[in-house]
């Protein structure tokens, strides 16, 4: 089991607006990542530092954090955002960098 | 545009040592860090661990202990071996660059394609 507990399966309506969560009692000293993965590629960076987005990514994805949990949201999902999302930070040392579980969003 | 490209033997038999090389252009090692990650067939991301420009090391615990990443300046790549290895390493290896080590910079922006490494005899 993961260091970073997302739920593994969540469905959105199309342009609709869904908040993927990541769990971990890391979150609560460093922020979160989030990645992006289609079938068949390699993964994409969505959201850095908690809450940035780089260059290209759309400002539909936005990322939040609150005490233990790391929060993606996806404000008007498209249905090209269907994929598995990642959180990722530090494991519970301090010293690693761990992976949630994913969890695959359904874009209904 | 920097880009990776993973290198290595498709098929590795039990007991053996995978070994991947990982070429960067675009870009030079000499700068950020780099990282090895991990996916088993239909299932997450492992985090394996990385080398920086300077040549230090961070490894996943749970591998450290079978790990080598090591860094080829002159060649512009960074590689992994990975030791006495088992089915339940079989997983799509990919080489990634991080931005670095702190609260903004732990991130991979550039990530390789990939490349599937199956251990059987």
């Known amino acids: 089991s993961s260091e970073l507990t997302q739920d593994p399966s969540v469905s959105v309506a199309l342009g609709q607006t869904v908040r993927i969560t990541c769990r971990g009692d890391?979150?609560?000293?460093?922020?979160a990542t989030w990645y992006q993965q289609k079938p068949g590629q390699a993964p994409l960076l969505v959201i850095y530092?908690?809450?940035n987005r780089p260059s290209g990514i759309p400002d539909r994805f936005s990322g939040s954090s609150s005490g233990d949990t790391a929060s993606l949201t996806i404000t008007g999902a498209q249905a090209e955002d269907e994929a598995d999302y990642y959180c990722?930070?530090?494991?519970?040392?301090?010293?690693?960098?761990?992976f949630g579980g994913g969890t695959r969003l359904t874009v209904l | 545009q920097v880009q990776l490209q993973e290198s290595g033997p498709g098929l590795v038999k039990p007991s053996e040592t995978l070994s991947l090389t990982c070429t960067v252009s675009?870009?030079?090692?000499?700068?950020?860090?780099w990282s090895w990650i991990r996916q088993p067939p239909g299932k997450g991301l492992q985090w394996i661990g990385y080398?920086?420009?300077?040549?230090?090391?961070n490894y996943n615990p749970s591998l450290k202990s079978r790990v080598t990443i090591s860094l080829d300046t002159s060649k512009n790549q960074f590689s992994l071996k990975l030791s006495s290895v088992t089915a339940a390493d079989t997983a799509v290896y990919y080489c990634?660059?991080?931005?670095?080590?702190?609260?903004?910079?732990?991130?991979?922006?550039?990530w390789g394609r990939g490349t599937l490494v199956t251990v059987s005899s």
């Open positions: 675009g870009g030079s090692v000499n700068s950020y860090y």
């Open positions: 530092g908690e809450r």
């Open positions: 990722n930070s530090r494991d519970s040392s301090g010293n690693h960098l761990v």
């Open positions: 080398i920086d420009y300077s040549g230090q090391t």
């Open positions: 990634a660059r991080q931005r670095g080590w702190g609260n903004y910079e732990e991130y991979f922006d550039y």
């Open positions: 890391s979150l609560r000293l460093y922020y």
